[in-house]
Every structure is written in C-alpha cells, then in structure tokens.
C-alpha cells in the first residue's frame, strides 16, 4: 500500500467505491487572518449589559443601550463604529471604581451682554448652544446653560448652575476625566456677545480609573487583535501590555495589539511615553484636541484594524471624526519628531482640518539592557510579523496534518503521509515566495541561504527551524539636495 488514505481503511472487504476527499493541497497563496476588535471603557447604571460581560457589538444604537447614553463606553463604540462598520468589533465595559472620584470643571460668566448673540460651548467636542439676549444676567445666562448640557444626554458631564457659575461633573469617576476639554467658539466666525465675560476652569480632580483586569479576566483565552481602551495610568498600562506580552509568545500565539491616547502638552505626553517600553501598545497624542481621549483610542484602533496589509504604511490614513487642535496649539514638526522618540504616536492636520495619521508607532524604545532599539517601533513591523507567524502555522498545518517524520533521503513510496526536513524547507520558500507576491517581505536568496530546517537531535518527533524573512519596510523620507545650475 503506497498510498496514505485519512479516512478509509486498510481492511475493508465489503464490495464499493470509496472516495475521500483531502484539503491539503486546497489553499492556494496567502490565509486570510479573521480580525477582532475588543473595546474596554465604562459604563452607566443605564445600560442593560453588566460589567465584565464581553458583547459583540453591532451598531452605535445597540452599544448607547447596551452601556448607556453619554457613557464613555458609548462614545467610543459610536466613533469607532463611523471609523470602521466592518471588522467584527466586542465590548467589555467596567463600573466606575468605588473609590474613584469624579472630575469637575466650572464657566464662569461676568458683565452683561450688550448685545443678541449666542453662546457656543463645547464639551469633550460637542457644542452646547444658549441664546444670550442684550442685558441678560448672568444669573440666567447660568442657568439657560446648565439646562441645555442637561438636556443633552449623550454629554460626557451634567450640569448645575448656582449664581453665575456652571459646574460640569464628569460622568464617570476617574483620571481620565480631567482630560475632557471645555472651551468656547471653536470653529471661525464663532464669538461670544459683546459685554459678557466667561471664564473657564478646567476639569480637574478626578481620581482613581477602574481596573482593567476585570476585562482581561472577562475575555478569557479569546484572541483580539486589537484593543482600545481609555486608560493611561500606570497601572492599567502595565497590566495591558502584560496580558499583550503574553499572548505574544511561542506558547499561546495570539496576537494583539492595544491603543489608547494622552491628551495635553507636548511634555506631559512624553513624560509618559518616556515610563513605557511595550512593542504591544500605542499611545497617541492627542495633544489639545477637543475630542476625548478615549474616542481617540477607538477611531484609531478601527482605522489600523480596518487596514487589510499589515506592512502597508498609516501615514496619511484620516482619524473620521477627530477635531483637531487649534492652530497654536498643533505641535510642529521638531515637537513631533521629539514624541516619536518618547514612545508617542503623531499625527498632522490637513488643510480641510481632517486629523491624518503621521506615523504610528509602539511605545518600545530600548531592549532589556537599555540600549536603543527601533526594531518594533512601528505598529506595522508588529501586524506583520504577527501575519507572517500565523501563515507559517497555517501552512504546516495545513500541508502536514497528520504526516509520518523521516531523515532526508529515506526512500519511502508516492503518496505516504511522510515529511522530511527537505520537504519542509521547500514549503517554507514556497511560502516566502508567497510573502514577496503579497509584499510582506524582500530578500529570496537571503532567506533561503540563512534558513534552516532539521530534525530535533533530542526528540525524534520533531523539527526545529530558523525562518528568516527580511520583512518589507516602509517608504516615510525621501531627501534629496537639489544642485541648481545658474
């Protein structure tokens, strides 16, 4: 018998025709690798899903009841639903921590308007409108605003006006809410009525972010390739790139990759871009853009998840929804070149005012003894090397299920199940060929000349191998000295 049947035995006598079939030889080039997104934030006592209880999300509708309208889960699901209504996205919200407090900001109004006009405030991003009528008190200036923000539930805050002062509380308890942004008339033409003094303090006291390990136990062994999130403080940065480090290595292979945003100055960014060294996550400065941070992380997040080539360059990729900051407050171009080397990933502002992505990057910047190390500081190094590994799994799985292991050279009839390392070897240049056609990687003869395939001297039952792909890179410079001629 010189044929290797999976399904039909060896001794049947019973008269017939027996056909199986085998997929070994099916699958022609590349696997397309299924893609999950998992969104962390909190919820309000409104939704209908409890924390800790990840949930496939469908639409911004289903994610307002599923975590309330207004919270922070919420919104997130919303823009990163505008971003990306295509990669299958899931949720785990998290309860305000118990000994967390809420973050408060005030406006203050003075004068009196000596004109009509209206009031243009903006709140995490979302305008809020008062008519101001000529000769109106502050008092009821104050008062007009805090209804309008109560009116509008899908606000990060609520409002309460007592005299002539309005104080926002934020939602949720936490750290993140001191990064909601206040401001007035953010768009040109906008103006406040001639005689009426505002004064705005911005959100401040909130303390205590809940724990993001009720998420990570949440999702249990399920793969997410990639991850938003809210949070920046150490804690829960630590226990994200922990779970991400692990799920990276040889024993467990599943991928992923998390994001999350910084707001403020260019220092307050990288003094804490400069705290982290993970080649799994990504912190983006947002700068003083009005758009919270946390919407940030999702947009983000769905525009790479979106992204089909893992090698292919961010740069220029537009974050939907995200409003820049104003003019003065953009970083310039030395400003940003010194964030991309404190771990935070830039972005620039095009001439209709859309955020674009410059360059992406991971928040790794040196290797175990300190010394620099750019060799995952792009986002796209990490999705290709993650694609690449998870080819070579499909291949061998695929192309030697259930196949008997020989020397090279042993003579053995067409059609057994037998694998040499040879045999091996081929289907990995194969497979590299395939990375060139699909642009993942350069280098045939390289890779050929350093790879090596061979059979365990210790456990009869294996092959050890050193796959050394040269993985493409990404065009970002282009410099040239122009020589002019008079």
């Known amino acids: 018998m010189s044929i290797t049947f999976n399904t039909i035995p060896l001794n049947i006598r019973t008269p017939g025709q027996y056909i199986e079939f085998d997929n070994s030889r099916a699958l022609q080039g590349l696997p397309l690798a299924r893609h999950k997104i998992l969104v962390v934030g909190q919820r309000l006592a409104a939704g209908t899903v409890a924390a800790g209880v990840p949930t496939r999300i469908l639409s911004a509708a289903q994610a307002e009841a599923s975590f309330g309208r207004g919270s922070m889960l919420s919104a997130m699901l919303a823009a990163l639903k505008a971003a990306n209504s295509y990669t299958e996205c899931w949720a785990v919200a998290l309860d305000d921590n118990g000994a967390g407090v809420a973050a408060t900001g005030t406006l203050t109004f003075s004068g009196s308007p000596t004109e009509a006009g209206t009031l243009n405030l903006y709140i995490g991003g979302q305008l809020v409108q008062i008519a101001v009528a000529s000769a109106a008190t502050t008092a009821s200036l104050a008062t007009a605003l805090a209804a309008a923000v109560t009116a509008d539930t899908t606000l990060p805050v609520t409002a309460a006006a007592a005299g002539s002062v309005v104080t926002f509380t934020a939602r949720h308890k936490g750290e993140v809410g001191n990064a909601l942004d206040l401001r007035l008339n953010y768009y040109s033409g906008e103006r406040t009525p001639k005689g009426l003094g505002t004064a ?8 205590a972010n809940p724990d993001v390990q009720a998420a990570i136990t949440a999702i249990g062994d399920e793969q997410f390739h990639t991850i938003a999130h809210a949070y920046t403080d150490a804690s829960n940065l630590g226990k994200v790139e922990a779970l991400l480090t692990s799920r990276w290595g040889p ?24 705290t982290r ?4 996550q990504s912190i983006l400065g947002a700068g003083k853009s009005p758009t919270p941070t946390y919407v940030w992380a999702a947009v983000a997040a769905a525009v790479d998840a979106y992204e089909a080539d893992p090698a292919r360059p961010r740069q220029t990729l537009v974050l939907p929804g995200i409003l820049p900051p104003a003019i003065g407050d953009r970083w310039t171009l030395s400003e940003r070149n010194l964030a991309l080397y404190d771990g935070i990933s830039t972005t620039v502002v095009d001439t209709g005012g859309l955020v674009l992505i410059e360059r992406l990057i991971t928040t790794y910047q040196t290797n175990s003894y300190g010394v620099e190390d750019p060799s995952y500081l792009d986002i796209e190094t ?10 070579v799994r499909a291949r061998i799985s695929s192309k030697f299920p259930r196949h008997k292991l020989a020397n090279d050279g042993t003579q053995f009839g067409a059609g057994q199940a037998v694998v040499t390392p040879n045999v091996i070897r081929a289907e990995l240049v194969a497979l590299f060929m395939d990375w060139m056609d699909a642009g993942l990687a ?3 003869e390289q890779f050929k000349l350093d790879l090596k395939v061979e059979r365990s001297s210790t456990d009869a039952n294996r092959v050890d191998a050193v796959i050394p792909p040269d993985v493409i890179n990404q065009f970002r410079v282009f410099a040239a000295q122009v020589q002019f001629r008079l």
């Open 442 to 444: 350069e280098g045939l």
């Open 251 to 274: 024993m467990i292979q599943k991928e992923g990759h998390a994001f999350t945003a910084v707001a403020g100055t260019l220092s307050a960014s990288t003094t804490l871009g400069a």
């Open 382 to 391: 990490m999705r290709t090397l993650a694609y690449l590994r998870f080819t």
């Open 277 to 280: 060294n993970s080649p799994h």
């Open 200 to 207: 705005i303090v911005a959100m401040t006291g909130g303390t």
